[in-house]
């Protein structure tokens, strides 16, 4: 009886943390698989040739750093290098770059062994006679396996991107396919540029600078509706809506607020002008109708309200301050009296007592006139 109930006490403490641990696992695996397909994933991405061949030059180029300052092992170095040519150039440095090759590239790691393999004899013949004088990328990837070709060309037959050699896409744009085999040459202008060749200014530019080498276009002033001329609100050809064209100074802010043919907000707002158009803000609730924020700013009060010192003041709060002080000064003459009284009877706690009394007042005036302070707007205490 005593083994069932250990069982019983063990299946039911044990099994939930089993299924919850199993739920652990299960999640753990799933974060790995996730990991693991990612990485599959990416080695398995297949990039465009010129960009892949890239890749790889940019792979062997670190084999290169990395091997730069290894020597023949062990043996007698020296020996070596005589006999054997300096490592440098040495067969043994490029299967030590090789074995590591692809490796480490985060994209197209498959691609990239693969085409290590079909590129073989063009890294060998490029890694024992042409090291010193030729670029890797362009003998392997521009004139060996034709996947590239030189900056500012483009397509099958390398042609020339527009404007080269020196003002290719007017220095303004990109050209497509600079670089590879593939695209049309066609110009990518930069923003504010347009043309066959991003050779002149878009619309919302004007022409800052020209010469037979470059344009230069520069945006509008803000206050242009579309093109413009010039630099400054001067230069628009119209004007943006809240704007209007003056003779003198081109396009000006119109101040909505003053003008005369109609009232731009509603009642209880007030109007406040900006740069091309305006806004209409709420009164402050003290007020009915006014001309800016805030309870002096007011044309009249609202209800519940009324004028003092200038300003629009809530009656009942007003009312309600006034009992507060009044009871104050109650409070204080209530002690004051009770002092007086201790007094005639005895001296000495009267003494103690007036004492307590005194700062007592001193203090609590003291806090009440800072925290005023700090309130804002005092309440007119004086005129009561
Ligand atoms: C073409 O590419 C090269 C480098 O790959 C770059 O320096 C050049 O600015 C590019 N030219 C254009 C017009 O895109």
Redesign the pocket.
């Known amino acids: 009886m005593k083994e069932a109930t250990g069982c019983i006490f063990i299946i039911v403490c044990i099994l939930p943390l089993l299924t919850t641990a199993e739920v652990d696992v299960e999640k753990i695996s799933k974060k790995v698989t996730d990991k693991y397909v990612e990485k599959q994933i990416s080695k398995s991405t297949i990039l465009p040739p010129c960009q892949a061949c890239k890749a790889l030059v940019g792979s062997f180029t670190k084999g290169m750093d990395r091997t730069a300052r290894n020597k023949f092992d062990g043996g007698d170095t020296a020996w070596e290098e005589q006999n054997m040519g300096s490592y440098r150039n040495s067969e043994v440095r490029l299967v030590e770059i090789q074995e590591k090759l692809c490796q480490e590239l985060e994209k197209g790691e498959d691609q990239c062994h693969k085409l290590v393999e079909e590129a073989e004899t063009y890294i060998e013949e490029w890694w024992f006679k042409m090291q010193q004088d030729t670029d890797l990328h362009d003998y392997l990837c521009i004139e060996s396996l034709k996947s590239c070709c030189p ?2 060309h483009y397509g099958p037959e390398c042609t020339p ?1 527009p404007g080269y050699p020196d003002r ?2 007017s220095n303004n744009g ?2 497509k396919g ?2 590879t085999r593939k695209g049309n040459g066609a110009c990518a202008c930069d923003a504010g540029y347009t043309g066959p060749e991003c050779g002149s200014c878009a619309n919302g530019y004007y022409q800052a600078y020209k010469d037979e080498k470059v344009v230069l276009c520069s945006p509008c002033h803000v206050s242009c509706q579309g093109s413009c001329t010039q630099a400054g609100s001067k230069g628009c050809l119209a004007c943006k809506a809240g704007y209007s064209m003056d003779v003198e100074q081109g396009c000006v802010d119109i101040n909505e607020c003053v003008a005369e043919d109609r009232e731009p907000c509603g009642t209880n707002q007030f109007c406040v002008n900006n740069e091309g158009s305006f806004s209409c803000l709420d009164c402050d609730r003290a007020c009915n109708g006014c001309d800016g924020d805030g309870p002096d700013n007011c044309f009249a009060c609202a209800k519940g309200y009324f004028l003092n010192d200038n300003m629009c003041q809530d009656e009942a709060q007003y009312s309600r301050d006034r009992h507060v002080v009044v009871a104050r000064y109650a409070v204080y003459a209530g002690l004051t009296v009770a002092t007086c009284i201790i007094f005639q009877n005895n001296q000495k706690v009267a003494y103690g007592i007036g004492l307590a009394v005194a700062l007592y007042i001193t203090a609590s005036e003291h806090f009440i006139s800072q925290s005023n302070q700090n309130a804002g707007p005092k309440l007119p205490l004086n005129d009561m």
């Open positions: 900056s500012d991107c290719v896409c990109r050209c600079n670089g």
